[in-house]
C-alpha cells in the first residue's frame, strides 16, 4: 500500500510541474510580444521563477521514484529532447531561451 501511495504522489507531483512549465511558456511567449522593457523584464522574472519551481519539484519527483521507474523516465527524456514537436510541455524553450535575451538589445 505504500507504494501505491508514493506512486499517487508522484504523479501529482508530475502534474504540477507540467502546469508550471505551462505557465512559464506562456510568461517567455507574453515577454516575446511585449514591446515594454520594465513589462518584458517582470515576465522574464516570473518565468525565471516558474522555472526553479519546476527543476526543484523535478528533484523531488527524482527522488521518490523506483529506480526502474527512473529509467522509463529516462527513455521518455530522451524521446522528447528527440523529437521537440511530439510534447508542448515548454521544455524546448530552454534552448532558444538564451537567443532571445540576447536579442533584446
Known sequence: ??????????????????KWRQKRKQYIDQARQ???????ERLLQTAE???RIVNEEQIKI???RDP??????Q??????T???????SGEDEEMGFPDFI???K
Not at 526502474?68 to 523516465?73: C, I
Open 34 to 40: 511585449t514591446s515594454d522593457e520594465i513589462e518584458r
Open 62 to 64: 527524482d527522488s521518490q
Open 68 to 73: 526502474k521507474d527512473k529509467s522509463v523516465a
Open 49 to 51: 521563477h516558474y522555472g
Open 1 to 18: 500500500m505504500p507504494n501505491k501511495k508514493n506512486q499517487t504522489s508522484v504523479g501529482q507531483m508530475i502534474q504540477r510541474c507540467h
Open 102 to 104: 540576447a536579442n533584446l
Open 82 to 88: 528527440e523529437n521537440p514537436d511530439a510534447n508542448d
Open 75 to 80: 527513455e521518455e527524456i530522451a524521446e522528447a
